[in-house]
């Protein structure tokens, strides 16, 4: 181990900064937002610098920041209790290393690690929570990845989940005096519902929780803070691509103990779930249920009662054509915790790997999403309210109307060379993009063997896919 990695609390105290370039702005702002006082030597100063400083004065109200517009001499050492060396002139960087050091000063040299004593490591920031990462200067590239990757798995909430912890600890030392007891409790505390509410927003319901598993531990002695408590978690799992799921989908997808999935559920996403989550498919396709949405409602109501962490996990948005607000409707009602995860819908997802904008200042101000399937035969909608040159229409679950949908808005007066795009498994590499208008698409169509899901996207916009298609699939 060639570093100690150590914390510092330099909140308050003086940090001096030598060279006033964008390569001293990099490690300003780390200084800045640990709460340093600032020290600058430099005979220039960018803009950029001197605006960062003057609003931190701004915004601490106090001598916080101090500017000294020369070369550096040895007295600006003085007090200091880390010297950063973030000049061009390696002749100044050796300097500000040698005398720093003969003082015991810590003193970083930006770019040459053989003249620190300290390095700055790539942080992830949950605070009070924090991540360092190094490769004491071996990879900086590589430490970023790493950062990237750690960052997409901690809550962003993660930093209110330790300051209630934080807020408790007293309160369990005092209730719980057995050491091993108290680690128990913690462990138990710190996973299920509890965390979930502060990643929901809701801390009052954290910390009541947490108030009533610390009576729970006291009373049995066991330090156990709670049962499993079942849950629900009801998730966009987007238009395909396992890339546009969101860090919190990806994280409950982890923890789910059993996953309810749709049709439209791609294996790519599925295959992000946990091994051993057990996977229950209720997908549906016309004339072809596999469960009613009545058994699927009893049948999440069911596993969470047996304390299960249940994923429902929808195609798209689950509450844009999913059925999803009929789903925690019946879950309220039957007092079972539940969260919703927005997803990308359908509708943004193919568009945008389409080429095509839903909105555009030059061909509409607005959009429309439309459920384009046909009650017992019929599909029956405002036709003329639909027709507006300045507007998209995007229809869902249209491929077996697409026909019936292309007639009606020309029989209400739009016109037969209105662009129209039918898309076919957005977002994923075999995605096919059919552009013709209201008269030609349904002919290529039927002449395609396309088969879903699709999604129809009506409107001049459609004519920009030419100029803007950027996503090249296997069947483009």
Same mark, same amino acid.
């Given at each position: 181990m060639n570093y100690l990695p150590l914390f510092h609390r330099i909140q308050g105290r003086t940090c001096l900064v030598v060279g006033g370039g964008q390569v001293a702005l990099r490690k300003l702002r780390i200084l800045t937002e640990a709460g340093a006082h600032i020290v600058m030597v430099a005979p220039e100063v960018d803009e950029a610098v001197a605006q960062l400083l003057k609003a931190y004065q701004q915004a601490r109200s106090a001598n916080v920041a101090v500017i000294r517009q020369r070369e550096f001499i040895e007295t600006d050492l003085d007090g200091v209790v880390l010297a950063v060396a973030a000049t061009a002139d390696q002749t100044v960087n050796t300097q500000v %290393?040698?005398?720093?050091?003969?003082?015991?000063?810590?003193?970083?040299?930006?770019?040459?690690?053989?003249l620190c004593t300290v390095i700055f490591p790539a942080v992830i920031d949950r605070s009070p929570v924090q991540v360092a990462i190094s490769s004491g200067g071996a990879s900086p590239v590589l430490v970023r990845q790493l950062r990237g990757q750690l960052e997409a798995l901690l809550p962003a909430a993660l930093g209110r989940l330790a300051e209630l912890a934080g807020r408790f600890r007293h309160r369990v030392q005092a209730r719980i005096a057995d050491g091993g007891a108290r680690r128990r409790f913690w462990e138990s505390a710190l996973e299920g519902e509890i965390p979930e509410r502060v990643y929901a927003g809701d801390t009052d319901g954290a910390e009541s929780?947490?108030?009533?598993?610390? +009576?729970?531990?006291? +009373?049995?002695?066991?330090?156990?803070?709670? %049962?499993h408590k079942g849950e629900v978690y009801l998730v966009g799992a987007g238009p395909g691509d396992p890339d546009l799921l969101t860090f919190r989908a990806l994280r409950l997808m982890q923890q789910a103990d059993v996953v309810l999935y749709d049709r439209l559920v791609s294996p790519g996403v599925l295959a992000m779930v946990r091994r051993d989550a057990a996977q229950i498919y209720v997908g549906k396709r016309a004339g072809c249920h596999s469960l009613s949405q009545p058994e699927i409602n009893d049948k999440l109501i069911e596993l969470a009662r047996d304390g299960k962490r249940v994923l429902r996990l929808k195609g798209g948005d689950p509450f844009i054509f999913g059925r999803g607000g009929e789903e925690i409707e019946r879950l309220s009602g039957a007092g079972i915790t539940f969260q919703v995860v927005p997803g990308i819908t359908a509708a943004t997802g193919c568009a945008s790997y389409a080429g095509i904008p839903l909105t555009h200042r030059d061909c509409a101000q607005s959009v429309r999403f439309i459920a384009g399937h046909k009650q017992d035969g019929k599909l029956e909608l405002d036709w003329s309210n639909l027709v507006n040159d300045n507007e998209t229409l995007v229809f869902y679950m249209s491929l077996r109307g697409l026909e019936d949908i292309c007639s009606k808005l020309r029989e209400h007066g739009m016109p037969a060379d209105m662009p129209a795009a039918l898309v076919a498994k957005g977002t994923l590499p075999e995605q096919r993009v059919l552009v013709g208008d209201l008269q030609s698409l349904p002919i290529q169509v039927r002449d395609s063997g396309v088969r879903a899901p699709t999604l129809l996207i009506i409107g001049r916009v459609v004519g920009l896919r030419g100029k803007l298609n950027w996503f090249k699939g296997t069947k483009e």
């Open positions: %290393s040698q005398q720093a050091q003969a003082r015991n000063i810590a003193v970083n040299v930006v770019d040459q690690p053989e929780a947490l108030e009533q598993a610390l +009576a729970i531990a006291e +009373a049995t002695g066991e330090g156990q803070a709670q %049962s």
